[in-house]
């Protein structure tokens, strides 16, 4: 008897510490955004009470200007997600990342699926990409300053405008934007110090979000962007810079997402970058920035490019005589694309280094990168290249470039470029480690070449002034 009261409380012990493991965190919702009526949102704690969202209207991709939906919350333990589609008859639908392999059970026109950690997911019904739906979730807070802290700079829930649109942010001090805070400014750090900018807060229809310039340790860390005027992250010149987690929307031209010029110790990780413009680009000098640009990850991260570019490395530089910049250690780790749409080919390119500039890129990693299929445009572009758009001199060259474990499942990817400019500005020891297209691994050990190359099997052009291009099977060992 005594041994069944001892299982009976442990049993009773678990149980309790899994209720207690169990929470959900809405945040006020602001009509000062406006809302989408495309999808109803109820989210709940496994059994109990559904809550309803507030769905916001997030504008995409600037070809066809289309209003997508957005809502966020946090949660620890596992949620449940009942989602009903009010355009018209739900005929399929999927979650993406396709990778983490969410599969939803569809009744009528409405959509049930559960998830037990933070994700940043797209639900679409019927194939459209456009008209979808954006879920955004983060474990619970475990920062929240006290509104009344000097060193904060403390915005509560509810609509706030800021004189000139612009707030300049001094070193030392934390910008918190509570969950239900909507901030309509640019957020500017220039030639500061130890500066954290955080909260569960949507910066909205800024003509920048975030400018960190002549800065070090600087800390952008889960607000959510929508739609801002140009960049959503622009930083100059800058040393240490963190950004986690941010969300980001653009629709307009010019509407990148992040943009590194001459910064050096950067980590992105976490984010999802839905832009009209390269999501993630990264380059040397250009306005009032000087210097190489290096030690770079980006890491964990979902890229979905309406236009441009998922990932671009190097168009601008310096190409004044004995001031020629690195762009050098970059490394994206366990990344997926959702899109690339360009109908420019010399902008093409899921992960493209194409160096203008007298720009030398070398020491370069893509690993564990996984590219759904897109609209438009190249898996790969590497080309050392004169710009004249952009640039005043070709790029210097690029050197030790490695992919591994790179998939792309798909049908529209046009032919990829790999090529030199000059036999003194040329391309050497590019490693393709493991790649896979459509389920096949392009490598000796997959595929009999016959008279071909590997290239031929992977769609890539191998141009002139290319040296040491290898493609080796992910399992194969080297004596």
């Known amino acids: 008897m005594k041994m069944k009261k001892i299982v009976s409380l442990l049993l009773f012990c678990s149980f309790s510490l899994g209720l207690h493991a169990q929470k959900l965190i809405t945040f006020p919702a602001s009509d000062s955004i406006p809302h989408n009526e495309d999808f109803t949102v109820k989210v709940r704690i496994a059994g109990g009470e559904w809550k309803d969202l ?4 997030a504008l995409v991709d600037m070809h066809h200007v289309t209003k997508s939906s957005m809502v966020y919350f946090d949660f620890e333990g596992s949620v449940d997600f009942s989602i009903t589609y009010n355009r018209g008859t739900v005929q399929s639908a ?30 679409e019904v019927n194939g459209d990409i456009f008209h979808n739906l954006q879920i955004f979730t983060n474990a619970p807070e475990t920062y929240k300053p006290n509104p009344k802290d000097k060193s904060v700079i403390y915005f509560a829930p509810g609509f706030h405008k800021i004189k000139d649109n612009v707030l300049h942010v001094p070193s030392g001090k934390t910008v918190y934007l509570a969950g239900g805070a909507v901030l309509k400014a640019s957020i500017h750090c220039d030639s500061v110090k130890k500066v954290r ?10 003509d920048d979000g975030v400018g960190v310039n002549f800065s070090d340790q600087v800390q952008i860390e889960d607000l ?24 980001s929307f653009s629709s307009k031209g010019w509407g990148d997402g992040i943009d590194l010029f001459s910064n050096n110790n950067v980590l992105i990780d976490g984010v999802f970058m839905r832009n009209s413009d390269d ?47 690195v762009i050098e250690n970059i490394k994206f780790n366990n990344i997926d694309i959702l899109n690339h749409d360009e109908p420019q080919i010399n902008y093409q390119g899921c992960m493209s280094i194409n160096v203008s500039d007298e720009n030398l890129a070398r020491n370069i990693y893509f690993e564990n990168i996984r590219v759904e299929d897109f609209e438009q ?4 572009n590497l080309r050392v290249t004169y710009n004249k758009k952009y640039a005043k001199a ?45 389920g096949t691994e392009i490598s000796d050990r997959a595929i009999y070449k016959k008279h071909m190359q590997l290239s031929d099997f992977a769609r890539f052009y191998e141009g002139l002034y290319v040296e040491g291009l290898v493609y080796k099977s992910l399992n194969e060992v080297t004596k």
Do not use: M
């Open 377 to 380: 445009g190249q898996l790969i």
């Open 197 to 206: 900018i955080c909260g569960r807060g949507i910066v909205y229809k800024a």
């Open 94 to 123: 999927r979650i993406r990342p396709l990778s983490y392999g969410f599969q939803p059970l569809i009744n009528g026109n409405t959509l049930t699926f559960s998830i037990s950690k933070p994700s940043n997911l797209s639900v």
């Open 54 to 57: 507030y769905e916001y209207e």
């Open 224 to 247: 959510v962007f929508l739609n801002p005027n140009h960049y959503t992250v622009s930083s100059g010149q800058s040393t240490n810079l963190t950004i986690k987690n941010i969300r």
């Open 394 to 438: 070709p790029g210097r060259g690029i050197e030790n470039v490695f992919f591994k474990n790179v998939s792309y499942n798909g049908k529209n990817a046009n032919l990829s470029i790999i090529e030199g400019y000059s036999p003194e500005r040329g391309i050497k020891n590019i490693v393709f480690e493991g790649l896979k297209i459509n």
């Open 279 to 325: 999501c993630i680009a990264i380059y040397g000098h250009r306005w009032k920035f000087f210097g190489d640009c290096k030690n770079v990850t980006v890491q964990n991260a979902t890229l979905w490019a309406d236009v441009a570019h998922p990932i671009l490395i190097g168009t601008h530089g310096n190409p004044e005589p004995g001031q020629a910049e």
